[in-house]
């Protein structure tokens, strides 16, 4: 059997692989601040996020914010996390697991929300990038779901089966574009999340991505 026959993941970015929670923490209350709102914990981020993102700017505002607003706080925020991303690091034990997939006889790749043309050269300096058949991150405007990036992430594999491919990612917004194209998910706690947002998505939820490896390998036998 092939390789691209065998059970694949699909990994997230931001807060999974990529443990850069300081840094959006950071760039959000820049955002805020922005606008004169008071600044947030991780904690009370993790309660409240959710995609698209002006819909979590509503919950903490209680309003949407306007679209010149929008553009100030997006703005801000990616200066910020430009700036702030280069403390950050991969999460524990990401290139064994990376590695281990892969001696395994079985593929990966990587979509994320992160733009594109920053993502790559960021994956590439980890050194981690000849493990994934594809890295794919945002090419079109911030602010919207992963669900559409998921479709064509898959067609562009090509030869990967929806049924054996299992996303592991840190926010329910991972689980819905994982159903979008029948595929399974493994939500992990480690990032953007609380575990009880986590759990309402209907999906494995694992405080490690040792389980998250463990779990999608059962999901897709």
């Not at 970015?13 to 008071?38: M, R």
């Not at 697991?97 to 979509?111: F, H, I, T, V």
């Not at 049924?163 to 991972?174: F, H, L, N, Q, S």
Request: aromatic content about 8%; proline content about 5%.
């Amino acid at each position: 059997m092939g390789k691209q026959a065998e059970a694949h993941i699909v990994w997230d970015w931001n807060g999974t692989l990529f443990h850069d929670n300081d840094a959006i923490i950071g760039a959000t209350n820049a955002a805020f601040a922005e606008l004169g709102l008071e600044p947030i914990t991780l904690e009370r981020y993790r309660a409240m996020y959710c995609v698209p993102v002006p819909k979590f700017y509503e919950r903490l505002m209680g309003r949407l914010p306007t679209q010149d607003e929008w553009l100030v706080m997006d703005d801000t925020f990616h200066r910020y996390y430009a700036e702030h991303r280069t403390g950050c690091g991969l999460t524990a034990g990401v290139p064994a697991l990376l590695a281990g997939w892969e001696a395994a006889g079985r593929s990966q790749s990587l979509l994320s929300m992160y733009v594109h043309e920053e993502l790559v050269p960021l994956v590439r300096g980890f050194g981690i990038e000849p493990h994934f058949l594809r890295v794919d991150g945002r090419t079109g405007p911030s602010g919207g779901s992963k669900a559409e990036y998921m479709v064509r992430h898959l067609a562009a594999l090509g030869g990967v089966e929806p049924a054996r491919v299992v996303v592991i990612g840190d926010a329910v917004d991972d689980a819905t574009a994982a159903l979008r194209v029948g595929a399974g998910a493994v939500l992990y706690t480690g990032g953007s999340h609380s575990r009880a947002s986590l759990e309402a998505a209907g999906v494995p939820v694992v405080d490690s991505l040792e389980e998250a490896v463990e779990e999608a390998g059962r999901i897709a036998a």
